[in-house]
């Protein structure tokens, strides 16, 4: 897909009420394939700074799980997994601040990660919602984590894909990390002011740049579903498209915990939880410590752990692998 060719795509399907996608079911040789849809709706969600923006699936009397997506990605990350989703219940993936069409924070401030924490509140508060569900991937799983452990009497589900909880750091890792980000922010700061486009590419060009800095983690087919809502064509370059979202992404500070706070946060998930781990996906922390919050979530009688095939984007590469533990545990905790 090059040119106006993929322009068109990415407005049919940022503008469209219908989701359809092709996946491989079962193991038969012949390797079936189904295409499945379902149909979504833009919403618009009010916050103080701006919007929140989603796609929600399913009916809107019903209350949905939120899907929260990870770091730099968006409400795409959900695409290929949404059609395979219970069909009793909505669901309602939505684009982080700074992400995708969401709003971007104002000029001056920070990123950081227990914001998207309180994002959940609004919603909550939005929606009139006495109860939330959640569905989050990688950085969403790590504030999954810390919603469920502050919050546990509003959480009555959460789901967490391939990141355990907030990632422990050295001393030193955490310093040093606080300095690049408050400096580097700053720097990048007073290169927007001088306005201007960031840099542009050809379609094929920005899918690849996608697949290597995921890391290879996003397939190349599935780039599709994360650059519908991540790039805008360029103003001054034919043919050739920009990342849309906000650079002060990159500088977003995160969560600097110990292991004794993240073990007594562990300690206070009581709700229904469920984790799904990538097998060829990286710890980001050395193990032990995931091993040690692991002990202590095996104490919730309500807690499931699974593992699975696959890169840290394996829902949405192969949402096959993961759809099946998720709908046998939505079907226990939200079965009507």
């Not at 009793?88 to 998207?116: K, N």
């Not at 919603?123 to 969403?140: P, R």
């Not at 995160?254 to 710890?283: C, D, G, N």
């Not at 410590?289 to 009688?301: I, M």
Request: net charge positive.
């Amino acid at each position: 897909m090059k040119g106006p060719r993929s322009l068109r795509l990415l407005q049919q399907l940022a503008n469209g009420r219908r989701q359809s996608v092709r996946l491989a079911h079962g193991q038969s040789s012949t390797n079936t394939l189904k295409t499945l849809t379902k149909h979504y709706e833009e919403v618009s969600i009010p916050v103080p700074w701006g919007h929140i923006s989603g796609k929600w699936y399913g009916p809107k009397h019903v209350r949905p799980i939120l899907g929260m997506h990870g770091w730099q990605d968006n409400a795409g990350t959900f695409d290929t997994l949404a059609p395979l989703l219970p069909p009793h219940l909505s669901f309602l993936s939505i684009d982080a601040p700074g992400h995708g069409l969401s709003s971007w924070l104002p000029a001056g401030v920070m990123y950081h990660s227990i914001d998207y924490v309180q994002l959940v509140l609004r919603i909550m508060e939005e929606y009139n919602w006495s109860k939330v569900s959640i569905l989050g991937h990688s950085m969403s799983s790590i504030n999954g984590f810390v919603f469920a452990a502050l919050f546990p009497e509003k959480l009555d589900m959460f789901i967490g894909l391939d990141v355990l909880k907030p990632p422990i750091r050295s001393p030193k890792q955490i310093v040093n990390a606080l300095s690049d980000r408050l400096d580097g922010s700053l720097k990048l700061e007073r290169r927007l002011r001088s306005g201007g486009e960031p840099p542009a590419y050809e379609w094929d060009q920005l899918v690849e740049r996608l697949h290597q800095g995921s890391e290879k983690s996003v397939d190349i087919d599935s780039c599709k579903y994360l650059l519908q809502r991540n790039c805008k064509p360029s103003s001054h370059e034919p043919h050739k498209y920009y990342f849309s979202r906000d650079n002060r992404l990159k500088y977003s500070q995160f969560y600097t915990l110990s292991l004794e706070i993240v073990l007594e946060m562990a300690t206070r998930i009581r709700s229904p939880h469920l984790f799904i781990k990538a097998l060829q996906a990286p710890y980001y922390e050395h193990k032990q410590y995931y091993d040690a919050t692991l002990a202590v979530l095996r104490q919730n009688p309500l807690f499931e752990y699974h593992e699975v095939d696959g890169s840290h984007h394996v829902h949405l590469n192969e949402p096959e692998k993961v759809a099946h533990i998720i709908n046998s545990f939505i079907n226990k905790c939200r079965p009507l």
